[in-house]
């Protein structure tokens, strides 16, 4: 039952030990502790769902889990191992390296500050060094010492030792009053503007009122409402502790007067107002993102529909997919693979053909236009969304802590002193390694399902089963993007835990550091993962081909692929279609919803109970041990990591489907529900954080939204027939319009060029004999100087691509810069509002002014040795 | 004599009567006045140059100019006209109309106010209505009432009426201790946190000694220090006052310390550290812009120069050139001109293809890469470098303060809501008649002067002259860069004035946003102005001229221009040299040295003294009576105008001169120098304004170094020869070499296909019957089928020039992102001073807190009633 409670919660595997700045300075990691309890304290009591209670006081104990009294309120919950001598051998051999590790830095330490007391116990350890018991000894030393800790600080604690879980030992920790006020006074040095105007307007209006008695709600009310925590971590202290293995886990006890209103938690945690008193404003802002995002996909997904709808109705009277449906139009084209395949039709690629309309039409041109300015407008609608969050949650004068150092680097630095070695190679190693090694296997599966295809189409070419000749082409669409697919989502988990690998090895300085590094590094891997199959189909395939008799093979006698007359766009689309759907299908339903279950089946399977039996020991259990039993929160990283995969998804192939904002958007509807249900039933309450904007993601969205003008760009001038097709209009069809084109886009080939051994077996599969076939390409005519070489249609229409590029990605990027410029990042609203406090408080200055002189006028001459007064001396005596 | 001084500067002619803001709340006016006092009564004393003086009380006299007293320092200055009939009964018919609009704006503002003091004035208005010399009257009156309202705010005035100067009168200010503490109080809202800290440490400190005499130098220094004005402009007030004529201009006086120095204002202005005391952050900031601008040029020109003398070294082995300059390749080519010109051989171009490759090599690809990473790096070093000055200068908490509105935006409000009538046609009107005007103009400039070569050349052709003749390219080219530089040099003034009069038809809200789009207007004029000559030689000259046989004709019989056989590149040389040396030697030395000059010499002359007279004259003066004669300053927009402009050309067109960054240098040193004069000598001392960053400008240079990318990827590509060199060498050279290029880039012409009465009239020019001419062009050959038709060769290259300009243009977007991700905005050492002043905090709250816990301990049974305390109230007391 060992679990780890981690700030990020990528359970980063077994931590060594830490705690050397908890020794040093005793007093410190108490502090973050209690900084951590003390917004839990607080959130509660001003919670939404909480104030139907009018009265605080007096519901003592309907406001949740309480101590044994019945009186103070559990704020926050350590729990440990009880010890079991027998796992205590199991685990020794493997912390042996580390206790040794521990007693040098302890000496180091011990050295620096000069004989603290921590250093007492040096003897001890000394003689106990091989004692197998003494890491559970240690522990308890550490715990003692740390409860000790809390205490002197002012916090009240209560042990609750393995009376219905076994071997688990909890901690409950309460924060009294007036400990909280005095963090109260603490956190003032940050206040913002904002509170310290409702200040003035309290000091000014004070002498009206000015005894009130110290236990008033609505005193202690306006005392915590003018006051907010900054810490954003807990740190050091307790995280070393927790690696350590001292405690086991440390979270905040779920509401419990919320768990009744359990069947609307989604309505709730949409209302992501209060989501943040509840979870904090790190969660809040992921809520407000994603929905946010959501909405914002309602517009892109109406539209994306409506392109569609226009590519269904056009399709009628598209000329060319007429040209290659009509059986007057007699054209043999070449066989698609050496000796097994033969001649074969052109209007046998019809269907195809009007398949590839749907998502090769002017308007999708018009979309991906469409969907890069959407992705500007998205991003600065969320900037200006998180700027009034920032102003209603008042975060305007909150600046991010600097973080503290993690555990595992301030040990390498300690290592690095005792060993005088550098830490570098291994890093580097561990990159030249890895990044090859991932290079090679995303390439490696694209390779793989790429060979899949040729030797699957090949086969059954050769099988003389002519209903399974028929569907050759969609089965093996079908087929390789469901592999992709399967493919894709096992490697992400292994990417997953490549990625943390990687950044442990590099081991970042800070937590923020580790989690921003790990995120790039996760969205590197994922990335490449979820969209090579993705490129390769846009860009790569049927490129380098060759032409009949000149063929490009790969690894023997494997060619290359080819794309149907249409063009890649189909097949492209289908693949796009099959992760979008698959990936979120199977990552929603099986991963978020089935597993969990499947995991609490087998837990009840585990502890032999009946579920009756099940139900009446989970009502005997309290708040605190219920918490306990469910998962630790992983942190957010899953779930950006996710909607961003999707907003690459919707964004940088839009132009090949349209439809995928459309699939975004119901996903995502889903998606909030399950993300909230999860959070309030499902994960132990997560640590509430502060933040002021979404982070690193952010860049990454930004970054995406930029890298889709220019994938658009190429998807639109190389991937559809949009360039050729107007080329062939405006430049070399005789009457203006499309009739012909089909024909321009073939080259003719002499069956008597082909390569000894791979001509087709069977020349006279379509009953006469083939003299000249067709193929797809600009290439010279058979009675040209150069047959075969490239034409100047094909130059043309390049050069013709290239210059849809770059006026594409430069007349969009300067659309996008000016819907940037155009929308203020701060709502008009908010700014108006802002500098309305700002006047306001310059005329509170001169009202104090005014009162000021009128007590200086009076005084003067009464007391001309007023002993100093104190800016924050005046809350204390309120509490 | 009459001279507005105006916080921008551009002299916005005759302002309408503001001043309703100050009619109404009458304090206003004169707390904003006082604010800029205040600012430059203790940014004197804090001046590093006055430090000098130990003892500042006693040097009463020596501390500049004083009131008659001898004691009271003149801290603001301001003059107006003494009243002289005979002027009065000129000007009244200007007036006359703004009366009345006066007065009824007056009635609303009573109706608003309800009768607040100006009321009372209203009879005595409509019973004056018409007598010519109300407006004087009026005028006094309001001086009058100003002048008590200073008073009432305790500020401290010397008049003195026309002693020396006829016609002027100077109301002395001066700013006495109390206000100035007051005003530090009332600044102290705004404190920093870094100032926060300081505070704590001196209460700390402070019970050391509880008493400190409150005149004793350092703590007033003490509180000075610790203190800062915020208000960045004077407002409403003072410019409704000055835009009305009740005052002609309002200065602080110039430190009559410093003057002694003079000879070495550069090195004092250099050390910007010590200017922003004397001038305030805003031009504190240009000097330091300007600094790193100039410090960044250094190893651009060294690279420049590098690239120019590689250039230089390689041209004797460039065999293109070595081709051209062979007389063993006699080559015809086709006249450049209809009748006129005769056939020429190509050898007669080597020159310029000598030229040429000086500038388009291998190493101006380099080059350019090297200066959109250049513009990126000098942009991040910018940031840091003003997030270090904030952090110095103490502005890491200073916001900007929201404008005031603009008296034109009042009075132009006033009118809507008399006339009920929108303001909005008369501004698209504006808009409408005069962007095409400009676009209009402009292209008429342009096409003028192409005209101009078109029409000299063939006029040069036709004469007999040999020597003229031999001479005609280098005299055309030579006269029609100097035609432009005088156009570009006119039309800047010009378009100036239209920048600042379509921006006074917008009527903007308030003075910044008049800033802005003003900058804007005159930015995108000014740009277009300098910039369209080069734009056309290097991306339309030699475009669009048609074949032999088949010219492209504009206005009759014109042809379009040609290039030489090596590009236009080095016709875009000698414009982009002409330009920036020609203007910068122009605006420098003729503008800012010479103008100046002849202006101080016409006064002289019209005085009606001699020098030794005038020299006397001078010495009885007073400080505030030289500053009188000295102009008004008139803001910083030109110096960065012109700053941006060279910017442009350095950056824009580096690819085709790289000797761009060296010239640009040279010209900075001067200027720097010559800036530094003129702001200590020869304008009044500049209002000090507070600024955070350098604005607009910083988006202009921003944007400017993204279009650069683009721009430099266009010149290389298509303006230079380097892709059909490449082309050449990979694709076409039958051996890899260069060999051949020439004769690859030169198309055949059959002279019988010359369209009737183009061909030349001396076909036996050359001294042999030429029936095969050659002209510059990738065309098909003259026995291909479809002869003149574009070649494949020419689809090739464009489509190579294309695609080297989408990879271009994103592998330099790419790296210069990834430099600006690379370097933090924020310097290190910055961040960790910022880190350590928090820990401080920290630690001295917990001092804090111990000592009030103490206290509360002492004092918990003596007083429980204690009087309540202010935060802010223990300062006053020191003063």
Redesign the interface.
């Known amino acids: 039952h060992s679990s780890f409670s981690i700030p990020l919660g990528q359970g980063w595997g077994p931590r060594l030990a830490g705690g050397s700045r908890w020794e040093g300075n005793s007093d410190l990691p108490c502090l973050y502790l209690f900084v951590c309890i003390f917004r839990y304290s607080f959130r509660c009591m001003f919670c939404p769902l909480n104030s139907l209670k009018s009265d605080e006081a007096a519901s003592g104990p309907k406001q949740g889990p309480t101590f044994q009294d019945g009186q103070r309120r559990v704020d926050y919950v350590l729990t440990y191992h009880v010890q079991k001598p027998q796992s205590v051998r199991r685990k020794t051999s493997r912390f042996a390296d580390y206790r040794i590790l521990r007693s040098l830095r302890r000496s180091l330490s011990t050295m620096r500050s000069g004989g603290t007391p921590p250093s007492k116990e040096d003897p001890e350890i000394a003689a106990h060094k091989h004692r197998l018991d003494y890491h559970e000894d240690d522990k308890r030393f550490r715990q003692t010492e740390f409860e000790d800790n809390l205490r002197e600080v002012g916090l009240e604690l209560e042990k609750d030792e393995g009376n219905k879980i076994p071997g688990i030992g909890f901690l409950k920790i309460h924060a009294p009053w007036n400990v909280l006020c005095?963090e109260a006074?603490?956190m003032k040095?940050k206040m913002p503007t904002k509170k310290r105007i409702n200040l003035f307007i309290h000091?000014v209006t004070?002498?009206l009122h000015?005894?009130v008695e110290p236990n008033r709600p609505q005193n202690k009310y306006f005392l915590l409402k003018r006051t907010r925590c900054t810490k954003a971590k807990y740190t050091m202290g307790i995280t070393s502790l927790l690696g350590n293995g001292v405690y086991t886990a440390a979270y905040p006890l779920h509401d419990v007067s919320i768990l009744p209103h359990i069947s609307i938690p989604m309505r709730m945690l949409l209302s992501f107002l209060s989501c943040r008193k509840y979870f904090g404003e790190k969660i809040g802002l992921y809520f407000a993102w994603l929905g946010v995002y959501t909405q914002m996909l309602i517009p892109a997904a109406i539209v994306g529909v409506i392109v569609f709808l226009y590519g269904c109705a056009t399709v009628d009277n598209d000329i060319p997919s007429m040209e290659i449906c009509d059986p007057r139009n007699n054209i043999t084209m070449c066989p698609l693979c050496d000796r097994a395949c033969s001649y074969w039709k052109l209007k046998t690629a019809c269907g195809t053909a009007r398949a590839s309309h749907l998502f090769d039409n002017p308007a999708t041109v018009f979309f991906s236009i469409f969907m890069a300015l959407w992705a500007t407008m998205f991003m600065e609608h969320w900037k200006r969304r998180q700027m009034r969050l920032n102003y209603i949650w008042d975060l305007t004068g909150f600046e991010e802590e600097?973080d503290h150092h993690r555990a595992e680097y301030e040990i390498q630095v300690m290592q690095k002193t005792l060993k005088k070695q550098d830490m570098s190679p291994k890093v580097v190693k561990g990159f030249l390694l890895s990044f090859p090694l991932q290079i090679g296997v995303t390439f490696a599966v694209v390779f793989g399902v790429i060979l899949y295809r040729i030797s699957i189409r090949a086969a059954l070419h050769m099988s003389s089963n002519p209903t399974a000749r028929s569907n050759i082409r969609a089965t093996v669409k079908g087929t390789a993007a469901v592999i992709n697919l399967v493919i894709i989502i096992i490697m992400d988990e292994v990417y997953g835990a490549v990625a943390r690998w990687l950044t442990l090895l590099e081991v970042p300085k800070t937590d923020k550091s580790f989690e921003e590094r790990l995120i790039i590094k996760t969205f590197v891997l994922k990335f490449a993962n979820a969209f090579s199959p993705i490129v390769y189909l846009a860009f790569f395939r049927g490129r380098m081909v060759g032409r009949p008799g000149d063929y490009v093979y790969v690894i023997g006698s494997y060619r290359m692929e080819e794309c149907a007359h249409a063009g890649c766009l189909m097949e492209l689309c289908i693949q796009l279609c099959i992760t979008m759907l698959g990936k979120q299908l199977i990552q929603n339903n099986l991963f978020e919803i089935g597993i969990p279950k499947i995991k609490k089946l087998i837990r009840r399977r585990k502890s032999d109970m009946d579920s009756q039996q099940q139900e009446d020991y989970n009502m005997t259990l309290e708040r605190h041990e219920k918490d306990h039993f469910l998962g630790p929160f992983v942190g957010l990283s899953p779930e950006y990591m996710e909607m961003i995969i999707q907003f690459g998804m919707v964004t940088l192939f839009v132009a090949s489907f349209p439809l995928a904002p459309l699939f975004a958007l119901l996903n995502n509807i889903i998606e909030i529900r399950l993300d909230a249900k999860k959070f309030v039933t499902e994960v132990r309450r997560p640590i509430a954080a502060r933040a002021k904007d979404i982070g690193i993601w952010y860049n990454l969205l930004r970054g995406l939204s930029k890298v889709a003008v220019?994938v658009n760009a190429f998807v639109i001038s190389f991937t559809s027939d949009f360039i050729p097709r107007l080329v062939y209009q405006y430049m070399y069809s005789p009457d203006g319009s499309m009739h012909g084109f089909v024909n321009h886009t073939l080259s003719y080939f002499n069956v008597s060029d082909f390569q000894p051994g791979t001509a087709p077996l069977q020349p006279m599969h379509l009953g006469y004999e083939v003299q000249i076939c067709r193929y797809k390409d600009y290439r010279e005519t058979l009675w040209s100087n150069t047959p075969y070489d490239l034409?100047?249609e094909f130059?043309?229409i390049?050069?013709c691509r290239?210059?849809f590029?770059?006026v594409f990605?430069?007349v969009v990027m300067l659309m996008s810069d000016f819907v940037d410029w155009l929308i203020p990042d701060i709502p008009k609203d908010i700014s108006l509002q802002i500098?309305k406090e700002?006047i306001l408080?310059?005329e509170l200055?001169m009202k104090?002014?005014e009162g000021?002189k009128l007590l200086?006028d009076n005084h003067t001459n009464q007391s001309p040795?007023?002993p100093?007064?104190?800016?924050?001396?005046?809350t204390?005596?309120k509490c």
């Open positions: 005095r006074e603490f040095l000091k004070a002498p000015p005894k600097e220019i034409s100047k130059w043309a390049l050069a290239l210059a590029v770059i990605q430069n500098h700002k408080m310059v200055f104090e002014e000021k200086r040795f007023q100093r007064s104190r800016p924050a001396s005046h204390p005596s």
